[in-house]
């Protein structure tokens, strides 16, 4: 069986006026279905634009990257749109909900992307909320839930297209303790329950600790990839 | 591929949270259109009211006045030197095949006196075909005949104006009136005619047999001299003909050599109104081109609020595009966004401008015609205004770098 996530020798390079900035310098990785990924780093080591490669926000200077079998580092914008619509489940540090747009239209909206007729889409995006224990209060505005329910909204908007992948880019960055733990239990569940594959990208040890595997980047370089003993 | 009536749904929301600001970009669009559809209306009723005088006036008229001509080197305007005599206008009657009636015509301005009333008007001396030229008709009474032609009878038709002003109430019929002195039976009073494409008030005026007008009230400088010929043509084809036959006739009348200018001028009547209803017609197009004008700085409203809205929700645009949304999702999404102020502006442009318009025949007593294609027209154009300046907008939004847009704050 291919591995869900595998990359090779990816390298991203941008040009800072004369020299060339190596932001990613040859990263190989590979990630199995349903492993849980913590990726640990100081700012600058390259683990954001790790993250936005597998993203598949961006595509890399040279390397291949291949999701779910797909070799996704030379698509088009239109297919890396469909990939990422299909593929992954984003959940940003700064929740990212649609300001002035109710919970349940926001988990609606991947489904939107994908051409899901309205009727099922709500039918579905009522069960995501649901799964993150927010039926009650599917018609808020974002700016009327509490930190830790806007970061389950996206974690339920994340989930609701049956993506293989959670992205998460310092999901509790803007969480207090305790919310911090809650949200990390969720993601604890989605792998065990759902099986879902998660990458969580976290400069917090007691976070990155939720995670069964940790990768630690410096310098563009994975320098270190073990299994938490925790 | 995002569906139709999700984006519809999104751009909805958008323009109602944004409710202050969508109406002021479109209150642009609503200027811009409710002045086109004023403008049009103002300057098709200029020219529909033109066209109805023109029909008032009587139709494929004829006009011959003598002059215009160069005597000694000196060119002289038309009628400044009289060459037209009532025997011109019998010939015209009798051997030009294309005319259908002729009217001399010899006029001047008069006292008339009826009882204790007098009144100011003008004297038409004229013939009874005068009724066939004009396409007039006796209100009551009858008109005047041949024989008071021939005989130089001192009889009358009264144009309605005058007999409101001289008898009020009174039956004129039959009745004396005195002009310059001068005992004149009335015999009839003329239809109302109403305004002339000049403004004129038609009915103000009387009409006498022309010999009356020669011998007895106007006068002549030689004898059977008229004003002017009006001609009526057996048809619209005929026009043209009966010109070209009546210029022959006279110049052969008049002894005119064949290095001689013409010693009268023939006027296309139908011909100016014609000139009158196309100057209306350039007018209603340049008022509605200067009124398109504010239906442009509209849109350019559109542009500005839309690129700043753009710049404003970044955030949000790549929070969809992370989610799946291409980029002409994205475009599709602000296009159909601006698409829909400036229809909104449009609906509401075309419903004021109908009521403005309204109001303008009402209190300024414009003529105001409101066709239907310049309501398609001006709400059309506020579509097409709306994707144009639209598009740049949309086409910004899509054009942004995912990660870019997700890390602006």
């Known amino acids: 069986m291919t591995?869900?996530?595998?990359?090779?020798?990816?390298?991203k390079t941008y040009n800072t006026g004369d020299s060339l900035f190596y932001a990613l310098n040859g990263v190989s990785l590979s990630?199995?279905?349903?492993?849980?990924?913590?990726?640990?780093?100081?700012?600058?080591?390259?683990?954001?634009?790790?993250?936005?490669?597998?993203?598949?926000?961006?595509?890399?200077?040279?390397?291949?990257?291949?999701?779910?079998?797909?070799?996704?580092?030379?698509?088009?914008?239109?297919?890396?749109?469909?990939?990422?619509?299909?593929?992954?489940?984003?959940?940003?540090?700064g929740f990212n909900l649609i300001s002035r747009t109710s919970a349940l239209e926001n988990v609606e909206m991947p489904m939107i992307y994908k051409g899901i007729e309205p009727k099922e889409r709500i039918e579905r995006a009522k069960e995501a909320l649901k799964i993150v224990g927010l039926e009650k209060k599917m018609y808020n505005l974002p700016n009327q839930l509490s930190g830790g329910q806007q970061q389950r909204v996206a974690i339920a908007r994340a989930i609701v297209n049956d993506a293989p992948v959670?992205?998460?880019?310092?999901?509790?960055?803007?969480?207090?303790?305790?919310?911090?733990?809650?949200?990390?239990?969720?993601?604890?569940?989605?792998?065990?329950?759902?099986?879902?594959?998660?990458?969580?990208?976290?400069?917090?040890?007691?976070i990155a600790d939720y995670a069964k595997r940790v990768v630690h980047f410096r310098d563009g370089h994975i320098i270190k990839d073990e299994v938490n003993k925790k | 591929?995002?569906?139709?009536?999700?984006?519809?749904?999104?751009?909805?929301?958008?323009?109602?949270i944004n409710k202050m600001r969508s109406i002021l970009t479109s209150l642009g669009i609503i200027i811009g259109v409710s002045s086109v559809i004023i403008m049009l209306a103002i300057g098709m009723g200029a020219q529909r009211s033109m066209a109805e005088n023109m029909a008032k006036m009587g139709s494929n008229l004829l006009m011959v006045v003598s002059?215009?001509?160069?005597?000694?080197?000196?060119?002289?305007?038309?009628?400044?030197?009289?060459?037209?005599?009532?025997?011109?206008?019998?010939?015209?009657?009798?051997?030009?095949?294309?005319?259908?009636?002729?009217?001399?015509?010899?006029?001047?301005?008069?006292?008339?006196?009826?009882?204790?009333?007098?009144?100011?008007?003008?004297?038409q001396g004229t013939t009874p075909n005068v009724m066939i030229v004009r396409d007039w008709g006796v209100e009551?009474?009858?008109?005047?005949?041949?024989?008071?032609?021939?005989?130089?009878?001192?009889?009358?038709?009264?144009?309605?104006?005058?007999?409101?002003?001289?008898?009020?109430?009174?039956?004129?019929?039959?009745?004396?009136?005195?002009?310059?002195?001068?005992?004149?039976?009335?015999?009839?009073?003329?239809?109302?005619?109403?305004?002339?494409?000049?403004?004129?008030?038609?009915?103000?005026?009387?009409?006498?047999?022309?010999?009356?007008?020669?011998?007895?009230?106007?006068?002549?400088?030689?004898?059977?001299?008229?004003?002017?010929?009006m001609v009526k043509a057996v048809d619209e084809n005929?026009?043209?003909?009966?010109?070209?036959?009546?210029?022959?006739?006279?110049?052969?009348?008049?002894?005119?050599?064949?290095?001689?200018?013409?010693?009268?001028?023939?006027?296309?009547?139908?011909?100016?109104?014609?000139?009158?209803?196309?100057?209306?017609?350039?007018m209603a197009i340049l008022l509605g081109s200067i009124a398109s004008v504010s239906l442009l700085v509209g849109g350019i409203g559109i542009m500005n609020i839309m690129l700043v809205s753009v710049t404003e929700r970044t955030k949000e645009i790549g929070i969809r595009m992370a989610i799946g949304a291409k980029a002409s999702d994205i475009r599709i999404q602000f296009l159909l966004e601006s698409l829909l102020l400036s229809l909104m502006g449009g609906t509401v442009g075309v419903v004021l401008g109908i009521l403005l318009a309204k109001f303008v025949e009402a209190f300024f007593d414009l003529p105001v015609y409101i066709a239907w294609w310049s309501l398609l027209l001006s709400f059309g154009f506020s579509g097409l205004v709306g994707v144009t300046f639209g598009y740049y907008p949309a086409y910004r939004a899509s054009l942004l770098d995912p990660i870019e847009a997700l890390r602006y704050e």
Not at chain 1, 3 to 11: C, G
Not at chain 1, 177 to 192: H, I, P
Not at chain 2, 1 to 15: N, P
Not at chain 2, 238 to 243: D, I, N, R
């Open chain 2, 238 to 282: 005929a026009v043209y003909t009966a010109q070209d036959e009546i210029k022959e006739l006279l110049r052969e009348r008049h002894r005119l050599g064949s290095k001689q200018e013409d010693d009268f001028t023939i006027r296309n009547l139908t011909q100016m109104m014609e000139t009158a209803k196309e100057s209306a017609k350039i």
């Open chain 1, 3 to 11: 591995s869900l996530i595998k990359t090779e020798n990816i390298v």
């Open chain 2, 140 to 229: 009551y009474g009858r008109s005047f005949s041949d024989e008071d032609v021939s005989n130089s009878t001192k009889v009358c038709l009264l144009g309605q104006t005058v007999a409101e002003n001289l008898f009020g109430d009174l039956d004129p019929v039959g009745k004396t009136v005195r002009i310059e002195g001068m005992p004149f039976t009335v015999v009839g009073v003329l239809e109302s005619k109403g305004q002339s494409g000049m403004g004129q008030d038609q009915d103000d005026t009387i009409m006498i047999p022309i010999t009356t007008a020669q011998k007895k009230l106007i006068g002549v400088d030689f004898p059977g001299m008229v004003r002017h010929i």
């Open chain 2, 1 to 16: 591929m995002i569906d139709l009536e999700s984006t519809l749904r999104i751009a909805i929301r958008t323009i109602r």
């Open chain 1, 166 to 206: 959670i992205l998460a880019d310092e999901p509790t960055g803007n969480l207090d303790t305790k919310t911090s733990y809650e949200v990390m239990d969720f993601f604890v569940r989605l792998n065990e329950e759902q099986h879902k594959t998660i990458m969580l990208v976290t400069h917090e040890q007691d």
């Open chain 1, 31 to 93: 990630v199995e279905y349903g492993e849980f990924v913590a990726i640990m780093g100081s700012s600058g080591s390259g683990k954001s634009t790790f993250m936005n490669l597998i993203g598949c926000l961006d595509v890399p200077t040279s390397g291949q990257y291949f999701l779910d079998g797909i070799d996704v580092s030379k698509l088009s914008k239109d297919k890396l749109a469909d990939i990422r619509n299909l593929k992954l489940g984003f959940v940003f540090q």
């Open chain 2, 67 to 123: 002059g215009s001509t160069t005597s000694g080197g000196i060119r002289m305007g038309a009628g400044s030197k009289q060459t037209l005599t009532y025997s011109d206008a019998l010939d015209i009657q009798k051997k030009c095949p294309s005319v259908l009636a002729v009217a001399p015509y010899l006029s001047g301005t008069k006292q008339v006196v009826f009882g204790n009333q007098n009144w100011s008007t003008g004297i």
